[in-house]
């Protein structure tokens, strides 16, 4: 379980003290989905930083496992069990997707096993096992690797932080299901995913909704989703030709 | 093997890849005397008797052969400038593997200046490996100053992987190649120094002949308060392709002066030239530590994918 408790993230902007993140409390328990949405810059990608320590809070406390953690790096909290997919993945020299893999899943994989979490995101192992997570790799099939990283940690809280933004409609569909069978999977991890897509919306436990850096509203999705049908929060998914010339969600 | 102590036979694996004697010919260079040598019906290895080095000649058509010609010193205060040449016949396709290690446990400076000239036949085809490695806690410095002069007949394809990750205090590199019609050069070198080294890298690569082309490509890791120099510069005489990039990580007060030059005397010559140079990126760690790395370690994932 996952506690925050009046967490507030501050940052001077232009000498003026600007507060991103205000006293916000929440719990996240075992085994749910929790979707948090919102307009965008009202502190969503911040909050899910906040919590993995890629950023620090300036006042309040994050309870982990009942353990305060408030005060951990992003290493120890990776240790504890928290996994972060990065909106933006990031590119290497050099390192392949099979060493992100084994660096994730903390062990020497097989190439099956490697295949496992690769084919799980829609991309087949053999083309993909031995490329360099660089340019060559277009957006869309970075963030089903990053995705896949995620997977092979086999944490018991991922984060992932517009995990839809530059995928293309069939992975789409794809990440949907990953997300159920991560909710339906054994380990007893719970999920938290940043998003204004309705069908990820739909498959919630739980709806949180920031506003201007403020939890307006959290519940059940039957009671919070009807509320945001039309507005920037639950965004259905629109078709536009992306950069490589397939469907992509926007 | 052979009458090595360990040292030098560790030598031999960090530079050579070696275990055991190798296969096919080859020629083991251990404190300035020749502690094994071995030619092959297609591969001749002979000792100069002007001057120390051996000459390597290898027929035309030898195909999937390869020579070993490591040296390893292990003598502190040893200077040693060895001279070998390498005839590659017509059509000729194998892998020849050089290399240098000094251990150095004196006061001394040990040092090696190999001069490899390489006289590649038509349509004749080499790999070659390069490895530098140094160890030992001496205070005297560890270095190799390797001189290579390569000459490419026509449509002839050379590919030169240089190794320097460890331990040479001092190394100036200076490598020059003439290119004839077709003929095409790839080289890879991949260099990394700490503490108080300093390496620098000098090419001239002249693509003289129509169609020729080369690709000159460095990767380099500063650390600590090394120095390193790259210094490409490839010349187009004819119509030809040529290509040069450095592409270095600094870190600690590691420095690294890139000098890319590019000479055009031919209105066809296309030639190309990129160098970056930088530390290693914030949002690349931030992502490995959170997968679980310590900062340190992330660091060292991220270095040896870039050098792998």
């Not at chain 1, 084919?119 to 990053?146: F, H, M, P, Q, T």
């Not at chain 1, 990953?178 to 069908?199: A, L, N, P, T, Y």
């Not at chain 2, 420095?255 to 010559?269: H, K």
Request: proline share 3%; charged share 25%.
């Amino acid at each position: 379980m996952l506690e925050l408790l009046n967490l507030s993230f501050r940052v001077a902007v232009d000498g003026k003290e600007k507060e991103i993140i205000k006293n916000v409390d929440l719990t996240v328990p075992d085994d749910k989905l929790i979707v948090v949405t919102g307009p965008n810059g009202g502190g969503k990608s911040t909050l899910a930083k906040l919590i993995a320590g890629i950023e620090r809070s300036t006042s309040g406390r994050i309870i982990f496992k009942g353990e305060d953690i408030t005060e951990l790096g992003i290493t120890e909290r990776a240790k504890r069990g928290i996994a972060f997919a990065f909106q933006q993945p990031v590119k290497f020299k050099g390192i392949q997707v099979v060493d992100l893999l084994r660096i994730a899943s903390g062990k020497e994989l097989n190439a099956s096993e490697a295949c496992e979490f690769l084919s799980a995101v829609g991309l087949c192992a053999r083309d993909y096992i031995g490329r360099e997570i660089n340019a060559s790799l277009s957006g869309g099939e970075l963030k089903r690797i990053e995705i896949a990283t995620v997977l092979a940690r086999g944490a018991s809280l991922s984060i992932f932080d517009e995990p839809e933004a530059g995928i293309d409609l069939w992975s789409f569909r794809n990440l949907i299901e990953v997300f159920e069978q991560m909710r339906r999977g054994s380990k007893g991890g719970s999920i938290i995913i940043i998003s204004h897509q309705e069908r990820i919306l739909n498959i919630a436990d739980e709806i949180v909704v920031i506003k201007n850096g403020e939890i307006l509203r959290r519940g059940p999705k039957d009671e919070v989703l009807p509320t945001l049908i039309g507005t920037s929060s639950a965004v259905v998914g629109c078709r536009k030709a992306d950069a490589e010339g397939g469907e992509a969600i926007c | 093997m052979l009458k090595l102590d360990e040292i030098q036979k560790r030598l031999l694996a960090e530079v050579a890849d070696l275990h055991a004697v190798p296969e096919g010919a080859y020629n083991i260079r251990s404190n300035s005397h020749a502690a094994g040598r071995q030619s092959t019906a297609n591969i001749e290895i002979t000792p100069k008797s002007d001057v120390p080095g051996i000459d390597i000649r290898i027929k035309p058509g030898t195909k999937n052969e390869s020579v070993h010609i490591p040296v390893v010193l292990t003598e502190s205060g040893l200077k040693e400038v060895v001279y070998n040449d390498f005839y590659i016949g017509e059509g000729a396709d194998v892998v020849i593997v050089a290399g240098c290690g000094i251990d150095n446990c004196g006061n001394q400076d040990s040092q090696h200046d190999g001069v490899h000239r390489f006289f590649v036949g038509k349509n004749a085809r080499i790999r070659y490996v390069e490895k530098h490695y140094g160890s030992g806690s001496g205070s005297g410095k560890r270095i190799l100053n390797p001189g290579t002069e390569v000459y490419q007949d026509e449509g002839s394809i050379v590919e030169m992987e240089m190794v320097q990750i460890k331990g040479v205090d001092d190394t100036e590199r200076t490598t020059s190649a003439e290119l004839a019609a077709g003929a095409k050069l790839i080289v890879r070198e991949r260099l990394m120094t700490h503490d108080d080294q300093r390496a620098i890298s000098t090419y001239v690569v002249s693509l003289n002949g129509e169609g020729s082309s080369a690709d000159v490509v460095s990767r380099s890791v500063a650390k600590d308060k090394s120095f390193q120099k790259f210094d490409a510069k490839i010349v187009g005489n004819a119509p030809c392709h040529g290509h040069t990039e450095c592409d270095s990580i600094i870190m600690d007060g590691g420095r690294i002066l890139a000098v890319p030059g590019l000479e055009a005397n031919d209105l066809d010559a296309e030639l190309v030239h990129e160098a970056a140079i930088g530390k290693i990126a914030g949002e690349q760690l931030v992502k490995l530590m959170t997968l679980g790395l310590t900062e340190q370690q992330a660091e060292e994932q991220i270095i040896n994918g870039f050098l792998k």
